[in-house]
């Protein structure tokens, strides 16, 4: 497996691409995930290492960001020592990938920074 790894703020394949707290919260979903993956050519297309989820009552995105990101530290150091002692999940991506939103507007993302 050639490349790297990735830390992807969405649940893969669900919310790859751009965007993917934006979209999950316009989709109104109970969680978001971030999501440890290999890399390969494609975006957002490898085998998953690990993934963690939040709760999204919180709808203010500053919040959300903060919190995501306090636990992708976490999420990296785990997922690196799966990778080195060889114990990685490398289960496929799941098939399904359907768009759940376009890409957001500006509006769509101020509209989460205010509420709450």
Known sequence: MGG??????????????????????????KYLFSTTHFMDK?????????E????????????IYEKIHKLNF?????????????KANKKTLRKKNKVL??????IDVLKFKYLR
């Open 4 to 29: 790297g790894i990735n830390c992807h703020l969405g649940k893969l394949p669900d919310y790859k691409g751009l965007y993917p707290v934006v979209r999950t919260l316009m989709n109104n979903e």
């Open 42 to 50: 494609k975006f957002d297309s490898a085998k998953i290492i690990a």
């Open 52 to 63: 963690i989820k939040i709760n999204t009552v919180n709808k203010n995105i500053i919040k």
């Open 74 to 86: 976490k999420l990296i150091c785990k997922s690196l020592g799966l990778v080195f002692s060889n």
């Open 101 to 106: 939103y376009p890409n957001p507007k500006i």
